[in-house]
């Protein structure tokens, strides 16, 4: 072998374990990156799951307070009716007398 191929050699060794070298730190990053990436997806699905809960509590806090409007709004009846007896019974006992 001459110099020139020796040299030649040499420097496409030094370049293949550059490579090599960059090949690791990449392979190092994208494991980290998919690391990272798994991470994110777990905390999108719990992010979803505690959104449809959320949301399935927000349902039922609505309809708690549709029951709640009728309780109020049957109170409110049955006051009425009750100062209309009171009422009747008034003129109940007018015309008795």
Do not use: G
């Not at 090949?23 to 777990?42: F, G, I, V």
């Amino acid at each position: 072998m001459t110099e020139d191929d020796r040299k030649f050699v040499a420097d496409f060794e030094s370049r293949v374990r550059q490579l090599m070298m960059e090949y690791q730190a990449l392979k190092a990053e994208n494991d980290r990156l998919n690391d990272t990436l798994k991470s994110k997806d777990q905390t999108i699905q719990q992010l979803k799951e505690k959104n449809e809960q959320l949301a399935s509590d927000y349902e039922s806090l609505k309809v708690a307070k549709m029951i709640q409007i009728s309780d109020s709004e049957m109170e409110d009846a049955q006051k009425r009716i009750t100062k209309l007896v009171r009422e009747i019974d008034r003129c109940i006992s007018l015309i008795d007398v």
